[in-house]
Nanobody, 116 residues
Framework: QVQLEESGGGLVQPGGSLRLSCAAS????????MGWYRQAPGKQRELVAT???????TYADSVKGRFTISRDNAKDTVYLQMNSLKPEDTAVYYC??????????WGQGTRVTVSS
């Protein structure tokens, strides 16, 4: 089973940017669709963005136009570029497969705090 490790979170002011990385311990080739998820305090985990091996992307309405998901198949890494961050983006961010590729196993995630 491929292990995923998220990184890149931190504290940022509203309007700022962060780039999250999701590095796989093995090949992501078998996982067609990858996703970034987030869980805010007191809320359920939600899907933020997905990307297929071929580069097709989808976004939650709340982040559309501000976040960009990308995937480097050669490096087995998935990224989430987050711009124009808002306080409501504060959450722990996780990566995992999307749809039928989603695993029951989750990593530690990376915490993003948007605050002045």
């Amino acid at each position: 089973q491929v292990q995923l490790e998220e990184s890149g979170g931190g504290l940022v002011q509203p309007g700022g940017s962060l780039r999250l990385s999701c590095a796989a311990s093995g090949s992501l080739f078998s996982i067609n669709a990858m996703g970034w998820y987030r869980q805010a305090p007191g809320k359920q985990r939600e899907l933020v963005a997905t990307i297929t091996r071929g580069g097709t992307t989808t976004y939650a309405d709340s982040v559309k136009g501000r976040f960009t998901i990308s995937r480097d198949n050669a490096k087995d890494t998935v990224y989430l570029q987050m711009n124009s961050l808002k306080p409501e983006d504060t959450a722990v961010y996780y990566c995992n497969g999307a749809g039928r590729w989603r695993s029951d196993s989750w990593g530690q995630g990376t915490r993003v705090t948007v605050s002045s």
